[in-house]
C-alpha cells in the first residue's frame, strides 16, 4: 500500500500544480501531501532489509502451499487496507473524496489496486497461523504484557491505564499477532541453521579436496 500511495500521491501532486491553480493554499496542500508520502519512501534500513527477506522466506512457502482464498475475504482485507491509507492521509488533512477526485480513480479502482497485496497479507497470516499452531508456539500473558509496555512506551501512557482501554478481544488478537511474530522468528530461524549447516559441508568439502591434492602432491614427489 506504501508503494501505491507514493506513487499516486506524487502524480496527484504534479498533477495539481501542473493544473494552472496557483493559489498558495493549494501550493501548501500538495507540498504536505509530498512530504507525508516521501516519508513512506525511507532509506532502506536495517528493519526494512529484515523485513525483506522474512517476506521472500514467508513467499516461498505460500507458493508452495495450495490455498483457496474465499472472494469476500479478499474484498474484506482491500476494504481494509483502504481505510488504513484513508487514516493516513487524512493527517495531511486529506479526504478519502479528495483522494480519489484528484487521482480520478474510482474506490473500485482502488480495490483493484491493492487487491495483489490483500491477497498475500492473507495467504501470509493463514500460513503463519498454521506453522504457530503446528509448532505449539504459545504466547504468555508475560509476553502480552511485554507488548503493552512497548505500547505504551510509544504513546506516552503508562501500561496499566493502556490495559484498561483494552478489551479481551484487542488483547486476543494481540496475542495472535504475537504468535505470527514466533512463526516468522521460527522461520528464519531454521534458514540461518541450514546456511550454517551448508557452510560447514562447503567448508569441510573444501578443506577434503586440500587434502587430497595435498596427498597426491606427496605422491607425485616420492614417485619422482
Not at 138 to 164: F, P, Q, R, T, W
Not at 173 to 193: C, F, G, Q, Y
Amino acid at each position: 500500500m506504501d508503494k501505491i500511495s507514493y506513487a499516486l500521491g506524487l502524480s496527484i501532486g504534479n498533477n495539481f500544480q501542473n493544473s494552472g491553480i496557483n493559489n498558495l493554499q493549494v501550493e501548501d496542500f500538495v507540498k504536505g501531501l509530498k512530504d507525508v508520502l516521501n516519508e513512506a519512501q525511507p532509506e532502506i534500513s536495517y528493519d526494512e532489509a529484515k523485513r525483506t527477506k522474512e517476506d521472500e522466506a514467508i513467499q516461498k512457502i505460500i507458493d508452495k502451499s495450495k490455498m483457496e482464498i474465499p472472494e469476500a475475504m479478499i474484498d474484506t482485507q482491500c476494504e481494509t487496507m483502504i481505510e488504513e491509507f484513508a487514516q493516513r492521509i487524512a493527517q495531511s488533512g486529506l479526504s478519502m473524496d479528495q483522494y480519489l477526485q484528484f487521482s480520478g480513480l474510482t474506490v473500485d479502482g482502488l480495490k483493484e489496486q491493492v487487491r495483489p497485496e490483500a491477497l498475500t497479507r492473507i495467504q501470509s497470516s493463514l500460513v503463519l497461523e498454521q506453522i504457530a499452531k503446528e509448532e505449539n508456539i504459545e504466547v504468555s500473558d508475560a509476553d502480552v504484557d511485554a507488548e503493552i509496555e512497548k505500547m505504551a512506551k510509544n504513546y506516552g501512557m503508562e501500561a496499566d491505564k493502556l490495559k484498561e482501554y483494552m478489551g479481551e478481544g484487542e488483547k486476543e488478537s494481540m496475542k495472535r499477532e504475537l504468535a505470527i511474530t514466533k512463526a516468522v522468528e521460527l522461520i528464519m530461524d531454521n534458514i540461518k541453521e541450514r546456511a550454517k549447516a551448508k557452510t560447514k559441508k562447503e567448508k569441510e568439502a573444501e578443506a577434503e579436496a586440500a587434502l587430497e591434492k595435498e596427498l597426491e602432491a606427496e605422491d607425485k614427489n616420492a614417485e619422482e
